[in-house]
């Protein structure tokens, strides 16, 4: 007769005990796999865009560096008040087309005033700010050179675009009896008229190439950031279930927003740190078309107004950093040269009084703003002042961010380079 043998196996607890250390060991390697696929996600496009960011930093380091003066808008162009040009309606925080053609339009003394462009309008405030009342060297006539202004436009996957235009920089002027006081007397009153500017040969052109742009984009933060913010998918702005398809790789983040040292939410340029921040993400879109990578936060109570603009990424995406160095802007001798701070006096209107001493009017006499007024052979000269030109000495100039239902996601930058006047 044959002996039965025992075949041993496991039992049901030993299965269930096995199961869950190996359950334990596979959450473990997850937790490790988890973040280095989204380092290598990173790293992918990091490593794509390296040469792309490189010759970006090149191009922007190389055209500001030397830069004369730099103005720079952030989310808009605005007047030096903060008020959008060209908008709609006048109101508490924009001007309308009119009025922008009131304040910067006015190009002779007895001229209408000319509807300008937003971005002509903000090149014309530019001139008028640092350079009213110049003249070329060694001449009377009005200053005259080039200016440009870069548009990096970060709603439509940040092409940078460069205008350059022709100017001949503006004046003011007394003018005699050209208003009167509360009793109807006639009064002199200071006056200007405007920058004058012409699109140039060179016009406008995309700076970089298309095809930087065919399978990524970019979107540029001013300020220098090495950290990014991450965001539960419940304030983005659209439902997060068109994004995702519960990949736990995927998550959302922007560009850290920390306050600067002088307070203010979004970072400014200053001479030490004239940075841009800049996120590159694949061009990816959902079935509607729309894009999954980049979109905002929602304008709910975890929001502020200014906050819901600020551009939320989905994974993968890379955060590197545009440093520039502004050589003459940093200058010793940019920042103490007075040499600029006195421009041509000149006067429209018959005068009323006035001996004519040391560059004054002369009873009787009339005068035209377009000629600079002289003693003997010799151009009069006066210090201007700041209401002539506003930011004279100021090298660089950063105009406030846009509340949200104004802003355009742009970002700004007028300069001049001292070949160039």
Same mark, same amino acid.
């Given at each position: 007769?044959?002996k039965r043998?025992?075949?041993k ?12 250390i190996?359950g334990?060991l596979m ?5 490790v796999?988890?973040?280095?696929n989204?380092l ?8 794509a865009?390296a040469?792309v ?5 090149t191009?922007l380091?190389?055209t500001l560096r030397?830069?004369?003066c730099i ?13 959008l040009?060209n908008?709609?309606l006048?109101?508490?925080?924009s001007?309308?087309?009119d ?7 006015q ?5 209408s005033?000319i ?7 903000a090149?014309?405030q530019?001139?008028d700010?640092h350079?009213?009342?110049r003249?070329?060297p060694?001449t009377?006539?009005?200053l005259s ?6 548009k990096?436009?970060?709603?439509n996957g940040?092409?940078?675009?460069e205008?350059?235009y022709?100017f001949?920089?503006?004046y003011?002027?007394?003018?005699f009896?050209?208003d009167?006081?509360?009793?109807g007397n006639?009064?002199d009153v ?5 920058? &004058?500017?012409?699109k140039?040969k060179v016009?406008?052109?995309?700076v970089?190439n ?6 990524y984009s970019?979107?540029?933060v001013?300020?220098?950031n090495?950290?990014?913010?991450q ?8 439902d997060?279930?068109a994004?995702?398809d519960?990949?736990?790789e995927?998550?959302y ?22 940075s841009l &921040?800049v996120m ?15 979109m ?6 975890t929001?502020?107004?200014?906050e &819901?603009l600020?551009?939320?990424f ?5 955060l590197?950093n545009?440093?520039m160095?502004l ?9 103490q ?11 429209h ?6 001996d ?5 009017p002369?009873?009787?006499?009339t005068?035209?703003a377009?000629?600079?007024?002289k ?5 009069v ?7 002539d030109a506003?930011l ?8 406030g ?6 802003n355009?996601?742009?970002i ?5 380079l001292?070949e160039y006047?």
């Open positions: 007769m044959k043998k025992n075949l196996g496991f039992t049901l607890i030993e299965l269930i005990i096995v199961m869950a190996f334990i959450t473990a390697v997850m937790q796999i988890t973040p280095l989204k290598s996600k990173r790293a992918s496009i990091q490593e865009n040469a960011v490189d010759n970006m930093k191009y380091e190389g030397y830069a004369d103005e720079v808008f952030n989310g808009g162009l605005t007047s030096n008040d903060g008020k040009l908008a709609a006048d109101s508490g925080n001007m309308s087309k009025t922008t053609a009131k304040y910067f339009g190009i002779t003394p007895n001229g005033p509807h300008l462009e937003s971005e002509e309008a090149v014309v530019f001139i700010n350079y009213t009342n003249l070329n060694g009377d006539e009005r050179g080039k200016v440009r202004m870069l990096i436009d970060n709603a940040g092409i940078v675009t205008y350059e022709d001949t920089a503006g003011t002027y007394t003018h009896g050209g009167k006081d509360e009793d006639p009064i200071q006056k200007r008229v405007n920058t &004058s500017i012409t140039s016009g406008s052109k995309n970089f298309p095809v930087y742009y065919e399978d970019f979107y540029f001013p300020g220098y090495e950290t990014i913010t965001f539960d998918t419940t304030v983005i702005d659209r997060p279930s994004f995702t519960d990949n736990p995927d998550y983040a922007s560009v850290e927003t920390a306050k600067t040292p002088t307070g203010n939410v979004y970072p400014e340029f200053t001479p030490e740190m004239f &921040s590159s993400y694949k061009n990816e879109t959902d079935a509607s078309g729309n894009p999954i990578n980049r905002n936060l929602k304008d709910d109570t929001t502020t107004a200014d &819901s600020i551009p939320v989905k994974s993968p995406f890379a590197s545009i440093n160095s050589v003459n802007i940093n200058s010793v001798f940019s920042q040269n007075t040499n600029d701070m006195f421009g041509a006096v000149r006067y209107g018959s005068a009323v009084e006035g004519g001493e040391d560059g004054a002369v009873a009787g006499e005068y035209s377009g000629n600079v007024v003693k003997g052979s010799k151009t000269f006066r210090k201007i002042e700041v209401s506003p004279l000495n100021s090298r660089l100039c950063n105009h961010k846009l509340e949200a239902s104004l355009d996601e742009c700004y930058i007028i300069y001049t001292p006047k």
